[in-house]
């Protein structure tokens, strides 16, 4: 098997991070996004979504979407991390708190650089007034974010998930690529910041 990425995307490094966690090596097919790499008719033959990370497996089947392929490890690999919850209420924890940190942060934040950029104007519509919208909307959740981490050393759980990769990469996404200044604002995001990022899948 073997994993097409492009290291320095978001979600391409949840993966990475996620497989750093269960010590799981796979090799990997460096793809260039931003040069169309993932837009020729040969990954698009391969990818439902057209987009990077894809798994693709030994009999040749693939697997899009970062946590999807996270799934698939996760089911595969004898751990005890317990990435995706352990018992029925982290498990639904998990899943609860992932999509509020995707479809509230992770997501909107995607959409600001994709429409304040126009990185991708090449291939989709940029409305530079989304982009200013859906950055506010990033701003907006913080808050939420802030709180939770005050009553909780991680997001999910009371133990280290597959929501604090999530969050870690929208902190980050945050602070490099949209000029927030997360970590400076939110003492409680910054404190669980230091404590994931010490972490060695994160170095």
């Not at 996270?70 to 992932?98: P, Q």
């Not at 200013?132 to 939420?144: C, I, T």
Request: net charge negative; hydrophobic share 40%.
């Amino acid at each position: 098997m073997k994993i097409y990425q492009t290291a320095m995307t978001p979600s391409c490094r949840r993966v990475s991070i996620f497989l750093k966690e269960l010590q799981v090596e796979v090799p990997r097919e460096e793809l260039n996004v931003r040069a169309g790499d993932n837009l020729t008719d040969e990954f698009a033959a391969k990818s439902v979504n057209g987009r990077v990370p894809l798994l693709e497996l030994d009999d040749g089947t693939t697997i899009c979407e970062s946590v999807a392929i996270c799934r698939y490890f996760d089911e595969i690999t004898k751990s005890d991390k317990g990435l995706f919850g352990t018992n029925a209420k982290e498990k639904a924890d998990v899943e609860m708190w992932h999509r509020v940190v995707e479809f509230q942060g992770l997501y909107a934040g995607f959409q600001a650089f994709r429409n304040l950029t126009s990185i991708y104007s090449d291939r989709e519509t940029c409305v530079y007034d989304w982009g200013v919208e859906s950055k506010e909307r990033l701003v907006q959740f913080l808050p939420q974010l802030e709180q939770r981490l005050a009553e909780s050393d991680y997001v999910a759980s009371s133990r280290f998930t597959i929501v604090d990769i999530t969050t870690f990469i929208l902190i980050g996404f945050a602070q490099n690529g949209l000029e927030i200044e997360v970590l400076a604002t939110y003492p409680n995001i910054n404190r669980w910041f230091d404590l994931v990022s010490s972490r060695p899948s994160f170095q």
